[in-house]
């Protein structure tokens, strides 16, 4: 796993090639930051090779899905609740708009675009997700009920020394590295071999040792 932290970074590196010189810095240190925290946590954790990362997240993946799937389901209702806020919050912008002489309608109007705007936007919104303006505090409700949950499972994962995010942010380091591997062969095609080398290598360490003390 150290070797495809180490492996992520360079091909981090290699993307930042055209940023500006404060940019690459701003950008290594960053990455340094997260490569000492991710080993750090790599350490406390047991992982030593991918093997032990991916059984790891095989082991927590309902937990790590329910929490994924609740984090989809917040942002919709976040959505949802800003355009019932502003369809209820505009909606008296809009009706004025329709009333009196078309003179003061227009010159309304124009004094209040951002509002109707905000308010027609509302309404499309509803429309094409078929939601119902008068839903709001059950939708809050539900928001409530999710966040609960999710800081529920997060807390387990944490008591088991598993932070959700920190297992994301490893996971997209493997899918990169191997992902680039098999996507540009002739140029990152020994990642992979150089992973298993290095296992292969630290094993065979061990006989080598006892030989050497006995």
Not at 126 to 134: C, D, G, H, V
Request: proline share 2%; net charge positive.
């Amino acid at each position: 796993m150290f070797d495809v932290l180490t492996a992520y970074n360079s091909l981090r590196r290699d993307e930042r090639s055209d940023w500006s010189k404060y940019g690459k810095q701003s950008g290594s240190v960053a990455d340094l930051k997260f490569f000492s925290s991710a080993v750090n946590w790599m350490q406390r954790a047991g992982v030593v090779t991918v093997e032990d990362f991916e059984a790891l997240l095989t082991a927590q993946k309902p937990a790590l899905s329910k929490i994924s799937e609740n984090e989809k389901r917040i942002r919709k209702l976040k959505t949802a609740i800003i355009y019932i806020d502003d369809l209820s919050r505009y909606k008296p912008v809009f009706e004025k708009s329709k009333t009196g002489f078309k003179n003061f309608r227009e010159k309304y109007a124009e004094a209040h675009k951002d509002e109707l705007d905000k308010f027609t936007k509302a309404v499309r919104y509803l429309k094409a997700n078929q939601l119902n303006a008068t839903d709001g505090d059950a939708y809050r409700k539900e928001l409530d009920s999710l966040f609960a949950e999710n800081e529920r499972l997060a807390g387990d994962l944490h008591r088991q020394n598993l932070d959700p995010e920190m297992l994301r942010q490893i996971k997209h380091c493997v899918d990169t590295v191997l992902a680039q591997a098999e996507n540009v062969p002739e140029v990152k095609a020994s990642v992979i071999e150089k992973l298993h080398r290095t296992q292969e290598q630290q094993q065979a360490q061990v006989p080598r040792k006892e030989n050497i003390e006995r």
